[in-house]
């Protein structure tokens, strides 16, 4: 969307122009951290802590989306008039209602206002889900999210999101799994600073079994270097962590398994044959 400007611009037709421009800035939110860098790199910049960064969370929604964003600026040290940019929104709201439109609109209308006030040239809002998708160079597709707080199961049909279809939900996210690893290692009396050290082993070691059960047979032990922390060594842990995905009643939760949520958006999906093959992950 350009300031002054009454219509939105789709995410293709600004992606289809990249070639034009010297590059935009991204910026992918989330409930738990935030991701922002250069879109003609392949990966972020930098990371902070959304519940950190947003802002007082009683204080209005523009308040709070202005001052991430100028934290954001800062950061990259950017001016804000030089760069258009790409927002992320988070993936709430899933159903087809009067409210959840509204609510969708509401956080898009308050975006634009934010950045278009800090003087932002364009601005290109569009959900996580399908920033995934077009990220591995796909329109049409189911895109798995894993998310702060829980999963959420995508179906995508030409760029746009099957409300109608319906968004599977899986209630476990980054953070039960890392507070997950940080009982096991409480269990082994493995020693940690904090939850961030705990994180950082999971983003680290962190491995999915083709075969559960044959893995726990294995000698999978592994040791890791933390900066400023030290040595941890770890086993099956590694592959126990991220089966809770799969099997939640390894935690002790009564939930639905990924796979299970997966198959059941297929089996929603009216176009379910042609996306089978474009199963697309983001974390």
């Given at each position: 969307?350009?300031?002054?400007?009454?219509?939105?611009?789709?995410f293709?037709?600004?992606?289809?122009?990249?070639?034009?421009?010297?590059?935009a800035?991204?910026?992918d939110?989330?409930s738990?951290?935030?991701?922002?860098?250069?879109?003609?790199?392949?990966?972020p910049?930098?990371?902070s802590?959304?519940f950190?960064?947003?802002?007082?969370i009683?204080?209005?929604?523009?308040?709070?989306?202005?001052?991430?964003?100028?934290?954001?600026?800062?950061?990259?040290?950017?001016k804000?008039?030089t760069?258009p940019i790409?927002?992320?929104?988070?993936?709430?709201h899933?159903d087809?209602t009067?409210?959840d439109?509204a609510?969708?609109?509401?956080?898009k209308?308050?975006?634009h206002?934010?950045?278009?006030d800090m003087?932002?040239?364009?601005?290109?809002?569009?959900?996580q889900?399908?920033l995934a998708?077009?990220a591995?160079?796909?329109v049409?597709?189911?895109?798995?999210?894993?998310?702060?707080?829980?999963?959420s199961?995508v179906?995508?049909?030409?760029?746009?999101?099957?409300?109608?279809?319906?968004?599977?939900?899986?209630?476990?996210g980054?953070l039960?799994?890392?507070?997950?690893?940080?009982?096991?290692?409480?269990?082994?009396?493995?020693?940690?600073?904090?939850l961030?050290?705990?994180?950082?082993?999971?983003?680290?070691?962190?491995?999915?079994?083709?075969?559960?059960?044959?893995?726990?047979?294995?000698?999978t032990k592994?040791?890791?270097q933390?900066?400023?922390?030290?040595?941890?060594?770890?086993?099956?842990?590694?592959?126990?962590?991220?089966?809770?995905?799969?099997?939640?009643?390894?935690?002790?939760?009564?939930?639905?398994g990924l796979?299970?949520?997966?198959?059941?958006?297929?089996?929603?999906?009216?176009?379910?044959?042609?996306?089978?093959?474009?199963?697309?992950?983001?974390?």
């Open positions: 969307m350009l300031s002054n400007s009454v219509s939105d611009l789709s293709m037709s600004i992606y289809g122009q990249r070639a034009q421009v010297p590059g800035i991204i910026i939110g989330g738990g951290y935030c991701k922002f860098g250069w879109s003609k790199y392949s990966a910049s930098g990371r802590a959304t950190l960064e947003f802002g007082n009683e204080s209005p929604m523009y308040s709070r989306l202005r001052h991430s964003f100028s934290t954001i600026y800062t950061r990259m040290q950017v804000t008039s760069q790409i927002v992320s929104i988070p993936i709430c899933y087809d009067e409210s439109k609510a969708r609109t509401q956080l209308d308050a975006i206002s934010a950045l278009f003087n932002v040239p364009a601005v290109c809002t569009v959900n889900a399908i998708l077009f591995a160079k796909k049409s597709g189911i895109v798995v999210n894993i998310g702060f707080h829980q999963t199961i179906p995508i049909l030409h760029g746009k999101i099957m409300h109608q279809v319906g968004v599977e939900v899986v209630g476990i980054a039960k799994l890392t507070g997950f690893l940080k009982e096991q290692m409480q269990q082994k009396n493995i020693y940690f600073g904090s961030y050290t705990v994180r950082a082993l999971k983003e680290e070691s962190l491995l999915f079994a083709l075969d559960y059960k044959a893995e726990l047979t294995k000698d592994s040791t890791f933390i900066a400023s922390e030290g040595c941890f060594t770890l086993s099956e842990e590694r592959f126990k962590t991220g089966e809770i995905l799969f099997q939640p009643r390894i935690a002790g939760m009564r939930a639905m796979q299970n949520a997966v198959a059941l958006c297929i089996e929603h999906c009216h176009d379910a044959e042609s996306m089978v093959a474009d199963i697309v992950t983001k974390q």
